[in-house]
C-alpha cells in the first residue's frame, strides 16, 4: 500500500501453550491464527538456541512486525546445546536458525516440532532408539513464518519419513501447512502429523497431559510411521 | 582465527567410518595456496587426494600414518601463521596421532553450554530458500540399543567390533554376526538367520609367536579385502571343477579379433556373462534355507599389479556388446592403475573372474567372493616348446549350497566351446568369410560348426546379430 515505504518494527512478545494446569484460557497455542500474514514474520523460541540471540538479532535487524512465541514451560529451562546422546545439535546459517538434532547413522524417519514440544520429541528420540531401534533425527525450526521449506525438505528427504509434532489444533495448523508443502515439492514422502486432541484444554492437569501430545504418542505415531501403516 | 577453514574429507562409500591419513604433502604451518595438492587418505575403497580449501596457513591435527573419523577436520587453513599455544587451544589437549576428533568447529554448538554459534547476518529471502549448512565436527557417544546390548550379550561380541558408529542397533550386530542384508531377486520376505553355524563366536584369541616378529598393521585396503573374503567362506561351502581347454592360441587369434584386440579377459566376461543367464545359480548368493538369484549380472574382475587386490565391475555384463565390456575393461584397468577407481565401479559384482594368465600360472582354486555364489579362474596357455598345439584351464569354484558339480561342469565346458570359436575364426579367416559377424560377439557363421546359428540383419545395433546372442546367450 506504501510502496514500501513504511516499515514498522515491532516486537510482540507472546506466552503460549499448556502443561501447566491453567485451563482452557490460558493454555492455547494461538500461532497458528496469526501465521500467513504476509510482512511479518512469527518465531517460537526453543530451548536449544540461545533466546538472547535472538532478540540481539531481532533488535538489532528489526524490519518488520514480528511475533514470538514462547512456550511458558520453557520458562523454568535453561537452554542449552546439549543433545540426546549419540546425537549432536546443529544450526543453520539462517538469520533465525533451524537446529537439527544429528547423528552420523542414517536415520529412519525425521521429527520437526517446534518450542514447547522438543523437550518432548527428544524424550521420544532417546526411548525410540533404545526400546524401538529406531533412530530419529529432528528438526525444529525457530522461523515458522515465513517457512523455510525448501532448506528443511533436503534434510527430510533422507529417510523420506517426517512426522511434524505440534501442540496446537491439527486443523489449518502449522503440521498441516509444513506438511502440504513437503508433499507439493516430494509427492514420494511419507507423512505423518501429531498435534492436541481438537477440544478446548481441560483445566484438569492429568486430563490437560492426555489432551496434548506426549512422548508416548510421539513414540507411537514414530513406530507407525515407520512400519508403513 | 574467525577466519579459519577447516579441512573436512569427502565421504567416498557409506561403509568406512574411519579413514588414515597416508602422506601429508606439506608441514604444519606452511603457506599454501587454494587447491593445492596436501595430503593423501586411504579408504578402504581408494585413496583420494585432499587439497586445500583455501589459501593461508596449514596446520594439520593428526600425524600421518593416523585413522581419522570420517566426519572430523584433519587440519585447518589460518588467514595468518599462529603460535603453539594458539594452536593447542584449537585442537584440544589430545595427542595429534589419537584417534579423536578436533573439537566442534566454531559454527557447531558444545554440549552442556549455551550454543557459541552467531547467526549469521544475511537474510534468506522472503521464501528463505536455500539449503542450509550444517557443519559436521566430531564423532559422537556410543551407545547400544536395548536389543544390540542382549545380542552382544548372547553372542559374546565386544563392543570394540562397532568402533566408529555412533548408534549402533541390532541390525548392525546382525550384520556382523551375518553379513549386510541384500534384497532378494526372487523371494521378497525377510531374512533371518537359522543357522548357527554361520555365527561368529566373536573376536577370537590371538596367539604368541614362538620366534621373534615383527607386526605390521594390515592396509585399509587390505581389511577391507579379508573381511570380504572371510564372509565369502563364511557363507559358502565351496568346491571346484576345472576343464582343460585344448589350444592352437587363444590369445594369438584375439589379438587378430579388431574388436578385442587381444584383450582375452573381455571375451571371458562378455561369455561368461551370457552363460550366467543359462545357469543362475552360479550367479547368486546363498542364505539359511534359501537363494537369491540375481537378476542383475554384474562381473567382476579380480586385479593386481602387486599394489593391491581389486575387482573392478562390469555392471550389467549380460546386456553389453563385447565392444563395449572391452572399452569398459579398458577404462577399469586404467582406473586401476591410476588408483582412482570410484566406489561404484568395485561395488555390487555378483560373479568374479580371476585372471592368473598372465602369471604364467596353470590352475588354480580362486575364493569366493562375499554375498556371491561362484568365481572363474582363468589359467595361462601352456604350450610344449615347438608346438603349436597346447591347453590351458578354466577352473570354476562355486557354492555347493546352490549348485552341484555337474551344473559347474556344463557351465565350463560351454564356456570352453564358445572360447574356442574365437580361434577358429583365426584358422578359417578369409577376409570373405569374415565380412558377416555378429556385432555382440564378433563371431561369424563360419565360427559355429553346428550349423544351427544363423545371422539376422539388426538395426539396432546395426549390424548383424548371431541367433545366440539374439536367444540372449
Known amino acids: 500500500m506504501y510502496a514500501g515505504q513504511v516499515t514498522v518494527p515491532m516486537i510482540l512478545r507472546t506466552p503460549m501453550g499448556g502443561k501447566r494446569g491453567y485451563g482452557p484460557t490460558h493454555s492455547q497455542s494461538l500461532e497458528k491464527h496469526l501465521l500467513g500474514v504476509p510482512g511479518t514474520r512469527v ?86 532408539f533404545m526400546e524401538f531401534d529406531i533412530v530419529a533425527e529432528v528438526l525444529c525450526p525457530l522461523q515458522m513464518y515465513p517457512l523455510q521449506i525448501e532448506a528443511i525438505l533436503p534434510l527430510v528427504q533422507q529417510s523420506g519419513k517426517v512426522l511434524v509434532v505440534e501442540e496446537g489444533h491439527g486443523f489449518c495448523g502449522f503440521a498441516s501447512e509444513v506438511l502440504a508443502e513437503l508433499f507439493e515439492l516430494d509427492p514420494g514422502l511419507q507423512i505423518r502429523r501429531l498435534y492436541s486432541a481438537p477440544q478446548h484444554i481441560p483445566s484438569c492437569k492429568p486430563l490437560e497431559l492426555e489432551v496434548l501430545p506426549n512422548m508416548s504418542r510421539i513414540v507411537e505415531a514414530c513406530i507407525t510411521l515407520e512400519s508403513g501403516r | 582465527m574467525n577466519e579459519e577453514t577447516r579441512i573436512f574429507l569427502e565421504r567416498d562409500n557409506v561403509n568406512d567410518e574411519v579413514v588414515i591419513l597416508v602422506q601429508r604433502f606439506v608441514n604444519s604451518g606452511a603457506m599454501v595456496e587454494a587447491g593445492t595438492l596436501i595430503a593423501e587418505v586411504e579408504t578402504s575403497k581408494a585413496n583420494l587426494d585432499v587439497y586445500a580449501p583455501r589459501s593461508g596457513y596449514l596446520y594439520w591435527a593428526f600425524e600421518e600414518r593416523a585413522e581419522i573419523p570420517v566426519s572430523a577436520s584433519i587440519g585447518v587453513v589460518l588467514p595468518g601463521p599462529v603460535s603453539e599455544s594458539s594452536l593447542a587451544g584449537m585442537f584440544g589437549d589430545a595427542p595429534a596421532d589419537a584417534i579423536a576428533p578436533l573439537p566442534a568447529p566454531i559454527a557447531a554448538s558444545t554440549g552442556g553450554e549455551l550454543p557459541t554459534i552467531r547467526p549469521s547476518n544475511h537474510e534468506p529471502a522472503e521464501s ?42 541390532a541390525s548392525d550386530v546382525l550384520n556382523l554376526l551375518h553379513g549386510p542384508s541384500i534384497e532378494p531377486a526372487a523371494n521378497t520376505q525377510e531374512i533371518q538367520p537359522k543357522n548357527e553355524r554361520d555365527i561368529d563366536a566373536g573376536p577370537g584369541f590371538r596367539r604368541i609367536p614362538t620366534v621373534p616378529a615383527k607386526e605390521v598393521p594390515l592396509s585399509r585396503r587390505k581389511r577391507s579385502e579379508i573381511q570380504s573374503l572371510e564372509a565369502g567362506v563364511r557363507n559358502t561351502v565351496p568346491s571346484a571343477v576345472s576343464v582343460t581347454c585344448l589350444t592352437h592360441g587363444l590369445r594369438t587369434a584375439l589379438e587378430a579379433n579388431p574388436i578385442v584386440a587381444g584383450n582375452l579377459g573381455a571375451v571371458v566376461t562378455f561369455e561368461a556373462a551370457r552363460l550366467l543367464r543359462k545357469y543362475p545359480t552360479l550367479n547368486a548368493t546363498y542364505r539359511p534355507d534359501s537363494m537369491l538369484l540375481y537378476k542383475r549380472v554384474n562381473i567382476g574382475y579380480a586385479m593386481d599389479d602387486g599394489r593391491g587386490l581389486k575387482v573392478s565391475v562390469i555392471h550389467d555384463s549380460d546386456l553389453k556388446s563385447l565392444a563395449e ?103 578359417s579367416g578369409t577376409e570373405a568369410e569374415l565380412d558377416v559377424v555378429c556385432v555382440r560377439c564378433g563371431r561369424g557363421v563360419k565360427d559355429f560348426p553346428d550349423g544351427n546359428v544363423f545371422m539376422i540383419q539388426s538395426v539396432i545395433p546395426a549390424g548383424h546379430l548371431c541367433s545366440l546372442c539374439l536367444a540372449g546367450f
Not at chain 2, 580362486?366 to 604350450?383: N, R
Open chain 2, 128 to 169: 528463505n530458500s536455500g539449503t542450509p549448512e550444517f557443519p559436521f565436527s566430531k564423532a559422537l557417544v556410543q551407545r547400544f540399543s536395548r536389543t544390540a546390548q542382549e545380542l552382544l550379550r548372547k553372542h559374546n561380541i565386544g563392543v570394540d567390533r562397532f568402533s566408529g558408529l555412533s548408534l549402533v542397533r
Open chain 2, 325 to 427: 565390456i572391452t572399452a569398459e575393461l579398458r577404462e577399469l584397468t586404467i582406473g586401476y592403475l591410476g588408483d582412482k577407481l570410484m566406489p561404484a565401479q568395485t561395488t555390487g559384482g555378483t560373479f568374479t573372474i580371476s585372471d592368473l594368465s598372465g602369471l604364467g600360472v596353470a590352475s588354480f582354486q580362486p575364493l569366493i567372493s562375499e554375498d556371491q555364489g561362484a568365481i572363474l579362474g582363468l589359467g595361462a596357455e601352456q604350450f610344449l616348446p615347438g608346438s603349436r598345439d597346447g591347453l590351458y584351464t578354466l577352473s570354476l569354484t562355486f557354492d555347493h549350497h546352490l549348485a552341484e558339480g555337474r551344473t559347474a561342469a556344463l557351465f565350463l565346458n560351454d564356456l570352453k566351446e564358445r572360447l574356442m570359436h574365437y580361434e577358429r575364426v583365426l584358422e
Open chain 1, 43 to 128: 518465531l517460537a523460541l526453543n530451548n536449544r538456541y540461545d533466546p538472547a540471540l535472538v532478540y540481539q538479532t531481532l533488535i538489532r535487524d528489526i524490519d518488520r512486525p514480528t511475533l514470538v512465541i514462547e512456550n511458558k514451560t520453557l520458562y523454568g529451562d535453561k537452554a542449552s546445546a546439549e543433545a540426546v546422546e549419540g546425537y549432536e545439535w546443529f544450526h543453520s546459517g539462517h538469520q533465525f536458525p533451524i537446529s537439527y538434532m544429528h547423528t552420523d547413522r542414517p536415520a529412519d524417519l525425521m521429527i520437526l516440532c517446534l518450542g514447547g514440544m522438543l523437550p518432548e520429541v527428544e524424550k521420544a528420540v532417546e526411548k525410540l
